[in-house]
């Protein structure tokens, strides 16, 4: 199965499948699926969220028994906080692992001055369009597969996203969610039982980290990413969602399968 199946409802039923079977997997198996799967056609997105974090450590681990290593990169969008470039440095020096930046064709000074200043407090989705969006689409464009970090518990859009499917951006891809299925307290005993470096802003109030004009720390009683986009009814940057708001191209909802399905 790979993302050159032209039969657009074939394909689909047979992520579907793939997805389903994958239910009661650990995300080390679906992740050294991946690899096995899509080679030096895979790549992933990371912003250095702790879920970002512990799957690098996984990769790391699987490139030590497999020798397999998928691309790694991170959106430079020019506006993330200080403390998020130096994670990426002590994940490099920790994992030896390349994490590559990609980012935007003009610098922040550039479009701040085409735009006359900062657009991200007025108009998030075109900021978000531009530094995110554009350079994550071209960024993907030779790759077959992703891995992302979402997980179904973060944000009601997040609910139904499927382990493996086809991806709502950018339809030559196909999208792994080895965390879909894990909780937030999965992922923290996971940090600590491995040592995985994370960023200290989660210490300071930031459970979900982006850009630092639009991230502040959470109150007690708030959802983890009520820090994002604070006071607007924004709740995703765009790469995680289609044209019509959804994050999934699979109509039957997400269940568990009835018998656990090894791979
Ligand atoms: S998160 Fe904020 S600063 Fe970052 S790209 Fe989006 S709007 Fe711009």
Known sequence: MNAAFNDDIGWLEELDRISHNFEYSNPQEILRWALETYGDKLTMATAFGAEGCIIIDMLAKLRDQTGLVPDLFNLETG???QETLDLRERLIEKYNLPIRFVGAKET?????AN???PI???DPNTCCHIRKVVPLKDALGGFSAWITAIRRDQTPERKAAPIVGPDVKFPHLVKVNPLANWSKDQVWDYVRA??????VLHEQGFPSIGCWPCTRPVALGEDDRAGRW???????CGLHIGEDGKMTRISKPVEKVAAPVHF
């Open 79 to 81: 506006y993330q906080f």
């Open 108 to 112: 922040v000074a550039q479009m701040e």
């Open 115 to 117: 735009f006359g200043g």
């Open 120 to 122: 991200y407090g007025s």
């Open 194 to 199: 491995h040592d995985v470096p994370t960023n």
């Open 230 to 236: 604070a006071g607007t009814d924004k709740r995703e």
